[in-house]
């Protein structure tokens, strides 16, 4: 099958202007100002027209509960699994799944094939390899062979620091994890990040800056989510990118957040972006289908919700809406920006050669189309793929 978009507004993210875009299977092999129609005597060639839309790349969470999460309010709030059509209307083509507070219910094997399942249906998937507390739970009995033996790990995650609910870790039971991790993602040409879930406990990022100081862990092994947690976490976030990290703002927002609206990543971004934080050193993910308790001042559970991917973009427009930032900017902190954390080489950028990962919108930057390694799964805002029991 060949596919050709035609008369899009391009952003690669970089603006790009007017252009066509070739498709053979799922790569794109051409972007050019006129794509001429070939023959189509011995091959099927589908024309899309994007005229008066615009093109960006497809998007990329680093952080779903793709088998769903949560249970801080017992069993009946654990969170349910996601379904493909979730994804596809958020325009998530590439999706990692990771367990979280619960890894006693919740199991890697069932993680792994989730991932599996959402690749057959329609979208790539890749997990991390672990849950919030020590030991991490693996599948092969350590991260680093996880990460070596099995495709579809490319990091560690979500650990938990700095929270009530994590298992408390020592700085050398972290380090010699993440040593692990290291090794791993060098020995399988993968990514092999920690994922690191930041809690609103005092050690805060200081517990990496510290473990960064003390060992030869490079800081750009970890990846600190939840940086937009509080104004505290936040202002210690500049500080760790000044130290050569990356940090990571969540687009799910609990009630109390909700309310204030003060750390929405699409407000925060402009202040990083003040104080001298590069665009690229910032990236978004959703925390999707995870849940969002509320506790009290004493860590007594009163309320719960749950994250939803569908906010990982909205965040991206809001922060173009409200704040000024440029679309070519604001895209990254979804597409190039988490690609090259995961080390996924050919995705996060249109361009030749690279997996035809591409969403359309319209002019009021609306999601109306998404293309997912060359496969058309929603087009004029109806979704034509969904999971296989939905």
């Known amino acids: 099958m060949i596919k050709i978009i035609k008369n899009g507004t391009v952003y690669a993210p970089e603006y790009l202007g007017k252009k066509d875009i070739l498709i053979v299977k799922d790569t794109i092999v051409r972007i050019a100002e006129k794509i001429p129609v070939p023959d189509s005597l011995f091959y099927e060639v589908e024309i899309i027209d994007a005229t008066g839309k615009t093109l960006v790349p497809g998007f990329i969470d680093s952080h779903v509960h793709i088998i769903g999460g949560g249970g801080e309010g017992g069993f009946r709030t654990r969170t349910p699994e996601i379904q493909l059509s979730q994804l596809i209307k958020a325009g998530i083509t590439t999706v990692v799944g990771c367990l979280g ?15 599996r399942a959402l690749e057959e249906e329609g979208i790539s998937a890749y997990i991390y390899t672990g849950s919030y507390q020590f030991p991490i739970q693996t599948l092969t009995g350590n991260c680093r062979d996880d990460l070596i033996l099995i495709d579809k790990v490319i990091g560690v995650g979500e650990v938990a620091v700095a929270d009530h609910r994590s298992s408390q870790p020592t700085a050398e039971e972290f380090a010699r994890m993440a040593s692990y991790a290291r090794v791993g993602g060098l020995l399988s040409g993968k990514a092999g990040i920690v994922n690191v879930h930041l809690g609103e406990g005092r050690s805060g990022l200081q517990f990496l800056l510290d473990l960064v100081a003390t060992s030869e862990i490079p800081i750009k092994q ?20 000044r130290a050569g990290g990356v940090v990571d703002l969540t687009t799910s927002l609990n009630q109390e957040d909700e309310e204030e609206r003060a750390m929405a990543p699409g407000n925060v971004v402009s202040y990083l972006l003040a104080e001298g934080v590069p665009v690229e050193a910032i990236t978004f993910s959703s925390d999707g289908n995870g849940s969002l308790p509320v506790f009290n001042k004493d860590g007594i559970f009163k309320e719960l919700g749950i994250g939803s991917v569908s906010s990982l973009f909205a965040e991206v427009k809001r922060a173009v809406a409200d704040h000024g930032l440029e679309l070519s900017a604001a895209l990254k902190f979804i597409t190039v920006n988490v ?6 080489e050919d995705r996060g950028r249109l361009e030749t050669g690279k997996r035809a990962d591409i969403n359309i919108l319209d002019n009021g930057l609306e999601l109306e189309g998404v293309i997912s390694g060359g496969r058309i799964t929603m087009l004029d805002g109806e979704i034509l793929v969904k999971g296989t029991y939905e």
């Open 339 to 344: 690609a090259e954390r995961l080390k996924l």
């Open 222 to 241: 970890f990846l600190p989510t939840h940086v937009n947690r509080n104004k505290e976490i936040l202002a210690e976030g500049i500080n760790y990118v």
């Open 101 to 115: 507070t619960d890894g006693t219910t919740r199991h890697m094997s069932s993680l792994l094939a989730k991932a």
